[in-house]
């Protein structure tokens, strides 16, 4: 019965968390009609969509390690203010069936070889697709930030890779296992967290050994997305950035996890690269990210910048930037599902850098600039074969 | 003796205003190698210049109706912290030299016919071309900001225009028949400030017949600049704008002539205007300009931005700006004199639309996005022949 | 059977208004014990309350010309964020109660004689005092903001007034209408809002004669709350504030209201007095308000600071302050009614100077700094009787 | 020549710092009539100001580690802005007078016994009281912050301290070993910085010992300052505060030794508790101190506050201060030099609690309010004798 016309899968890793519930529930309020599409890149009026799958063909599942069902989780944002709560009960029937396709994910800590539960995860993803006749399932990775990877040699060539999942239970990190796994499947994947993921040489490996794209790391949609707005007016403005700070105040999940240092480095490490790209040169500035579990779903961030103008003026210019972390995130997801399908449909292997539009830390490019890499994002719709 | 290599004349409209005190301390300081071309867009490595006059061959003269001579305004400034006190020792023959080019504006309320007073103008600068053996000499109005103009039907068509000059004193405001003045001299004119000057259409269609190119209005160096870097951003991520209100507090000059509503209204309807341009919609919110004495020639912006993301979530932005008007404006003068002069050389004529990067309101143009302004600049400048 | 403890009546004009709603609503959800009291000032554990009637003995009632019913209201307000929705099904029957003694209240444009109208007023809040058997009932007024009333020689004496008001439709604003109502009535008034209220000559002259207190004018929940913690700082550093800019963004009702400068002046008006008064000096500076319905039931306020410290040093303070005017203002209502029943109780007559801490423009005082207010207001608390 | 009036020797513990340097050419230019005694507390139209030594029979001397001269180091301070260059010229013979009081300070990793250096010190300050017949000399120690003491069991007891101090050269850190210095030759004590200081309890038996007073610590100058202005409010009006949230950006001298988080530690550990302390309750929330060199001799705080008001309303408010560190600190060390003189004429002995008005981290008091330190303060000024 699903044959009528191609339907897309996409399968969220961290099914049950703040933004892939979110994810499925606009999806669904947007196919109800009951919403506008605000902060879907993909379903403005002149974005050349006629490359991607209709947002109403996509259809989801995932793994998750909770088991709390998806309408809960669901009545527990509107509870904390991200939708409304009035938009749940339409959207029932559809939450349900969603969650009825998401399975247990990989545990921390297990002790079995990883090459097992590699398969097993492949294996979740490809009946799905199986069951629901799909014509491909783009996987997305929403769980929870890890802390960089311990180095292993194994990371650098695939082959090593196999042979050491063959034996060991602790050669990748959840993030790029479950890459390992989606690529195994022959799936899409997308790193939208600044864990690993797919960003190991070996994974890489696999991808252009199985003709597979894959985009990352880490959405932009904060303190980094304005950055990327401001940074190249200073520099196209010729005004010279001395420093520039940064306060990030995040409140529930990845606020907990990214008070590690450790684990917000990977973090912190990219947001500052890019403004070195950006701005030409190095600036001063340190970046903090505190766990503020009063601000709830929401974060703020505020940014300083010390400047010099004409005849070495010092200036400054400041920015803050109030929003919820999951709807300024599902809606991305949604877009990104729908693009590299198209880039799957057209062939582009490895790194898909046209997509960089949505990350901190783009693979496979070195602009950070966010008007450049919209335009490239345009060229990238309108032409998926052409720009891998 | 300076026919060795060609030179380029800047003819300043308020010569001894703070922009344009500003903009000759500043190029004689670049000359004489005491400060590095910080906010100098046409200096930047990387900008395509091999069309555009050396900034060192830049020579300065102008109008004004004051006569505090520019030494003392310079010194004014450097009180004030716009640049440096122990600069201007080793100028001070530059500055001299330059003051001795300024001649006498055009007062306010002469009844004689407007035409008497537009051909002295033009004579003034067609002496100074000659006198200094320029190649050519570019008209840059950097004066006060006047209020719109009075409606005229002489403003729409140039034989109506020329004879009412011959017997009317109150034709053209200030600005325009500055404007006149300089076509009349066969002259490029760029409008920094959002008076009306080249922007009638009886002096575009002077301008056409001279052959000439002019560019304005209003030179974005603040709150809009900042507006022109992010609101694409908006667009481009789908977020709904519902309200951007904004705060300019001004110390010096321009504060207090823009302190009178009507006035200020010519350039709050442009900061309006380009917000919807680029939003794609019109936005609820309020602009205002108060004028504050203390902040002496320095000036703050606060911005509010009330958006909308997926799922209806609202979310705000804010940002505040503190800059120095003078330095942050002195040195897109001096860009725009070069770029002019390559227009002018390249056979352009009538509103230069490439040069939109610069101005609150770019004349030819409806395009407010920066990113976007500073991607054809720079088409602009690498053949100004071919995008007039 | 209302007998056994004492009861006050707060009898609130504009008794359908958000704040209005938000108050009953609030006091409902505490005497069920479903909310702390979070912003009640005289709850706080160490308040001096004995003298004060619990807040669980207050009984509302009220006058509004619209006739949207109070729990469709509260519906309203919990749709745009005020409170949790929750909240609401178990506080049901006390809001209907509640509404059923709302009367209508005194409609704009009557031509009748407005001795007529008071009388009506009066004899409405006598009769809701006399069938709860209350000890007594102040009156607060939360309606819209009026613009500042039109001068009438009847406003600077009793007698005059009560001549005209028996000939003339148009001599108080409604405002002061219904505080003559009150004073007739029996009853204490409070001026929440900038309105003249009980603000005339002739009104203090009937308040004081009537042996009644009165108090205002204009909540400080704010803006000017926030300046008045503000400012002493810099006067008890000797730091020397040169400008001091505003800008208030307001959504709802008021937000519209104000936004006719003629309206917004009073309240304008009143901020700088205060800025004035405590730092001893006379301030640059504009404050702006704007009506962004875009914020719904919000308000943002930037205020920016420019301040000199020794040796003239230049440097800036700037705050904003994001709130839901509803829930800022609602719990000091249920304070001031229980203030000014303790001061009603205790022979205070006249404005109540001592309750300045909660008001921008302090009846009887001309303290602005919110520390010594409040020492003041505990003094009165602890001995209503002594500081009138 | 010197006896015809009382003279009180301020003595600078980091002479030639910024903050020194800044108080000894501002009493300097308020002497020489050249400025107004913008941000001086005690010299306030209204400041009981009958006990104290009047501003101009102050005379500066002190220690440094460094030996760049007063006047070579105003000059550097003008060229950054904190005061203008030509106010210099007119003091030029004040500050070489004041240079040439400086004495070599106590360096660090000396291997002889602290007694030793500690006598010395003492003999300096005595000297410069006897050659300058001083009625008395008061020690503020305003040099670089140091890390928090190594305890060491020496520091409880004075015996024990003194036997200690014979044969060990790193029983006190430097400020502990000034504040040693500086009883021994019978003089107050200021902790101007949140080094130890005399905060030790052999150091407090040793001020009673010697009836001698001293005040500290940390000069709160910034975002405290702001905090103890604020925070009160919010507890006045029962508004709950649920996270509080700072970065300190600071440029020059501070910055650097803040920015090692040990050394930081001292401060962020007391403006937490103040805080709380107001509040009446712990808070979420992180403060950070950043090093931005850029900023030269400024610093800009951000805080941010997210607290929740009736019915659990979440609302926020933001504050940004920029300042200029040496500017804001150096009044508060002329009027703490008068005020402890006061305090030791009158037989203050002990911690100086009435003077927690300038400190974080008040010796003496758990009150941190500003408003009700400013009202003891006061107190204080009429009666020294009255509130030790």
């Known amino acids: 019965m699903h044959a009528s016309h191609p339907r897309t899968g996409v399968w969220l890793v961290g099914a049950r968390g703040s933004v892939a519930t979110t994810a499925v529930v606009g999806a669904a309020a947007l196919r109800a009609g009951l919403i506008a599409p605000t ?40 509870a904390a203010g991200v939708f409304p709560e009035q938009l749940l009960a339409p959207l029932e029937d559809e939450l349900t069936a969603a969650d009825r396709e998401i399975r247990p994910g990989c545990p921390a800590g297990s002790t079995a070889p990883q090459e097992e539960a590699a398969n ?12 629901e006749q799909l014509d491909r399932v783009v996987v997305v990775n929403v769980a929870s930030t890890e802390p960089p990877a311990t180095p292993h040699p194994a990371h650098h060539d695939l082959a090593a890779l196999r042979h050491a ?16 796994a989606a690529f195994t499947a022959g799936c899409p994947y997308v790193d939208f967290t600044p864990s690993p993921g797919a960003r190991l040489p070996a994974l890489d490996e696999l991808a252009r050994a199985a003709r597979l794209p894959y985009a ?39 606020g907990a996890t990214l008070a590690d240092p450790e684990t917000a480095r990977s973090k912190t490490d990219a947001k500052r690269r890019g403004l070195g790209h950006m701005l030409g040169h190095a600036v001063e500035g340190t970046v903090h990210i505190d766990c503020v579990p009063a601000l709830g779903e929401w974060k703020t961030a505020w940014d300083h910048i010390a400047f010099e103008g004409f005849l070495g003026t010092r200036m400054s210019a400041q920015f803050t930037w109030h929003g919820c972390d999951s709807a300024l995130a599902a809606p991305l997801v949604l877009d990104l ?11 582009a292997t490895g790194p898909l850098g046209a997509l960089g539009f949505f990350f901190k830390d783009p693979a496979g490019r070195t602009e950070y600039g966010l008007a450049a890499q919209y335009a490239e994002l345009l060229r990238f719709a309108a032409a998926p074969g052409g720009t891998p």
């Open 39 to 78: 902060g879907c890149v993909t379903e403005q009026q002149d974005f050349p969509h006629h490359h991607l799958p209709p947002l109403d063909s996509l259809v989801f599942a995932g793994h998750d390690i909770t088991d709390t069902p998806l309408p809960k989780r669901a009545a527990e944002l509107a």
């Open 120 to 131: 097993s995860l492949a294996a979740d993803i490809a009946a799905f697709r199986d069951r």
């Open 165 to 180: 999942l063959r034996t060991r239970s602790d050669v990748l990190p959840p993030s790029s296992l479950y890459a390992y």
């Open 216 to 254: 990352g790391s880490d959405g932009k949609t904060g303190e980094t997305l304005v950055q990327s707005a401001l940074a190249p007016m200073f520099a196209a403005r010729a005004l010279r950035v001395r420093a520039w700070s940064g306060t990030n105040l995040l409140g529930g999940g990845d």
């Open 337 to 347: 599902a729908r693009l590299m399908a198209a880039g799957h449909a057209a062939g």
